[in-house]
C-alpha cells in the first residue's frame, strides 16, 4: 500500500503541474477569472482565479486511477460517489462566485442545500462517542443538523483564509496529510486524500508567493468540503472520537481567526458575512511582514499542530485534554507577542469600544444601504455625486474628493478647517477613480494614532466614539468607498473608465443656511478643481 500511496500522491502532483502552465495560457482565463479585484485581497494585480478546476481535474485524474488499480477500494467505500457529487457541486458553486459574485446569503443557503444532500445520502454524524467513557449516544434528528453544521464550516473556515497568497493552500495540505495518515488506519479514502496532498504540493508551486495563480472561491469551497467530508467518512459516521478532533488542531489558525473576525464585527454591529482586511494575516503583513515570511511562519506554526493532531488521533484521543493545553498556551503566547494582539487582553476596554462604535456603523450602514438604492435611481457619477456628499456630511467627515479620468469633485464641510485623519481608496477596479475622505481633528488635539476608545468622555462626543479614531474612521469610510465601487460596477457594464458628463468650473462658494456650498458661475469655462456637492446644493430633508 505504501507504494500506492506514493504513486497517487505524485499523479495528484505531476497532474497540478503539468495541468497550471497549461491552464495559465488559455487566453479566455484572462477575460473570465481575472475578476475585479476585491477591498480586502492583498494583492495589486489581476491573477487567474483558476486553481480549484485544476484541482478538481486533478481530483478526478486520481480517481480515475484508483478505479482503474485499485477497484477493490470503491467497493470499500459505498460513501465515495456521494463524496465525489458532493465535492463537485460544492465546486461549481464556488466557481460560480468566482464567474459572477454572489451575495453571501446564497452562498451559504448554496452550501447547506449540498451539504444537507450528502447527509441524506448517508454520509454524517449518526453517534457521538462520549470522550473517555466510550459511551455511545445515537444522535438521532440531530445527526443530520451536525453533519450540515460540521461540513459548512470546515468549507468556509478554508475560504476565510484564501486571502493571502499561499495560506489556504498550506494547511489545507497539512489536512490532506493529516487525513491520509487516519485513513491509513481505518482504511477510507487513503490513495484519494495522498493524491490531493500531491496536488496541492503542485499547485502551492504556482501559488506560492508572488502568486501566479490562486485557488479562487471554487478551490477552497472544493478543499474545504472535501476535508469535512474525510473526517467524517474517517470517524465511521462520528463513533471514533479521535477522528473528527484531530483536524482540529490543524485548524487552530482558522478557527482562531474566525472567532476574532466574528467577534469584532458582531460587536460592532458590521455584516458577519462581510469582507474586510483585518484578518490575522492582513494585520500582520500590516505591521511589515512580507508575504513569503508570513506563509513561512504560519507553515511552521502549522506543522506544530499538525503534530499535535495526529498525537490526538494515535492516543485514541486520551491526549487531548494535554494536547488541548498546550494549544491554547502556545496561542495566548503568539498573540502576547505582536503589538496588535496584545490589547486584545484588556477584554472589558475591546468590547466596551467596539459597543459604542456600534451605533455608529448601523447608521453608516443605512446611509450606505440608501446610498446604493440611490445608485439604481441614477445613471452616472454627476447624478449621486450629491447624494454621496450629504452621506459624507452627516457622518461626520469634513473633506471629500472623487477622482476620475484625471477630473475631481471636492467636498469640504463651510466654516470648517482641514482633518487631522485622511485616508485615499483607490477603487479595486481603477475605472471607477479614487476616493479620499478626512475626519475632522478631534477638539483635544489628540494624535491620529493614539487609542481614543475614553475620547467621547472629555471632548464631547454624545454619538458613539470620536471620529478621529483610526478604527472608526477606517471602518466608515470604507463602508463609503465599497459602495462607490459597487455603485461604479452598476453603472459600467462594459469595462469603460467612468467619467463625469459635465465639466466642473466651480469654485468656493457662500453657505446655503443648510451646510452645504452653493454652486457659482464658472471662471472663463475652464476646468477647475469642484468645491461644492456637484452642480446643485443638497437639502437635508432629501433623506
Known amino acids: 500500500m505504501g507504494t500506492a500511496v506514493l504513486i497517487a500522491a505524485m499523479l495528484g502532483a505531476g497532474s497540478t503541474l503539468l495541468l497550471i502552465p497549461a491552464a495559465l495560457r488559455v487566453g479566455w482565463a484572462a477575460v473570465l477569472l481575472r475578476r475585479r479585484t476585491d477591498w480586502h485581497h492583498t494583492h495589486s494585480r489581476p491573477v487567474p482565479r483558476l486553481g480549484g478546476a485544476v484541482l478538481v481535474v486533478a481530483f478526478i485524474i486520481v480517481e480515475a486511477h484508483i478505479a482503474i488499480f485499485h477497484s477493490e477500494l470503491r467497493a470499500e467505500t459505498p460513501a465515495r460517489n456521494v463524496l465525489l457529487a458532493g465535492s463537485l457541486a460544492m465546486f461549481a458553486l464556488g466557481f460560480w462566485d468566482d464567474l459572477r459574485p454572489l451575495r453571501a446569503g446564497w452562498k451559504l443557503l448554496g452550501q447547506i442545500l449540498i451539504a444537507a444532500t450528502v447527509s441524506y445520502c448517508g454520509v454524517g454524524i449518526e453517534v457521538w462517542t462520549v470522550p473517555f467513557a466510550g459511551t455511545p449516544i445515537h444522535l438521532g434528528a440531530l445527526g443530520p443538523v ?28 497539512a489536512l490532506m496529510i493529516l487525513i491520509a495518515a487516519v485513513a491509513h488506519q481505518n482504511g477510507n479514502f487513503e490513495l484519494l486524500a495522498s493524491g490531493m496532498a500531491g496536488a496541492l504540493l503542485g499547485f502551492l508551486w504556482y501559488n506560492f508567493p508572488p502568486a501566479r495563480i490562486y485557488l479562487g472561491d471554487g478551490g477552497a469551497y472544493f478543499l474545504g468540503f472535501q476535508i469535512g467530508l474525510y473526517s467524517l467518512v474517517n470517524s465511521h459516521k462520528g463513533t471514533i472520537f479521535a477522528a473528527l478532533v484531530a483536524p482540529l488542531f490543524v485548524l487552530a489558525f482558522p478557527m482562531a481567526d474566525a472567532f476574532l473576525t466574528l467577534a469584532r464585527r458582531g460587536l460592532r454591529g458590521l455584516p458577519l458575512f462581510r469582507p474586510d482586511s483585518k484578518h490575522l494575516h492582513h494585520r500582520l503583513m500590516a505591521i511589515g511582514c512580507s508575504g513569503r515570511k508570513l506563509v513561512l511562519w504560519v507553515y511552521a506554526f502549522n506543522v506544530i499542530f499538525l503534530l ?134 478631534c477638539p483635544l488635539h489628540r494624535s491620529a494614532l493614539e487609542d481614543a476608545a475614553e475620547c467621547h468622555k472629555d471632548c464631547g462626543t454624545n454619538f458613539g466614539e470620536c471620529l478621529a479614531d483610526p478604527r472608526v474612521f477606517e471602518t466608515i469610510s470604507e463602508l463609503l468607498a465599497e459602495t462607490w465601487n459597487r455603485s461604479a460596477a452598476q453603472w459600467n457594464g462594459n469595462g469603460v473608465p467612468l467619467k463625469f458628463r459635465r465639466p466642473c468650473g466651480l469654485e468656493t462658494a457662500p453657505e446655503d443656511g443648510n451646510g452645504f456650498i452653493q454652486p457659482v458661475a464658472k471662471l472663463n469655462g475652464v476646468k477647475r478643481l469642484c468645491l461644492c456637492p456637484g452642480n446643485v446644493g443638497v437639502p437635508p430633508t432629501r433623506f
Open 146 to 173: 451536525l453533519t450540515v453544521a460540521w461540513l459548512v464550516t470546515l468549507t468556509n473556515l478554508i475560504n476565510l483564509i484564501d486571502g493571502a497568497d499561499g495560506l489556504a493552500g498550506g494547511i489545507s495540505l
Open 308 to 441: 499535535m493532531g495526529l498525537a490526538a488521533f494515535w492516543s485514541r484521543g486520551q491526549l487531548v485534554p494535554t494536547l488541548l493545553g498546550a494549544a491554547v498556551l502556545l496561542l495566548v503566547g503568539c498573540a502576547g507577542s505582536f503589538t496588535f494582539s496584545r490589547r486584545w487582553f484588556a477584554i472589558h476596554r475591546v468590547v466596551r469600544s467596539s459597543l459604542r462604535m456600534r451605533d455608529q456603523i448601523q447608521y453608516a450602514l443605512s446611509l450606505t444601504r440608501w446610498l446604493e438604492l440611490e445608485s439604481r435611481r441614477t445613471t452616472s457619477p454627476d447624478e449621486l455625486w450629491p447624494d454621496f456628499v450629504f452621506a459624507a456630511n452627516k457622518l461626520g467627515f469634513v473633506s471629500l474628493k472623487l477622482t476620475l479620468e484625471g477630473e475631481h469633485r471636492f467636498w469640504q464641510r463651510p466654516n470648517g478647517s482641514l482633518g487631522a485623519v485622511c485616508q485615499q481608496y483607490d477603487c479595486p477596479d481603477r475605472n471607477y477613480g479614487s476616493l479620499e475622505f478626512m475626519a475632522p481633528s
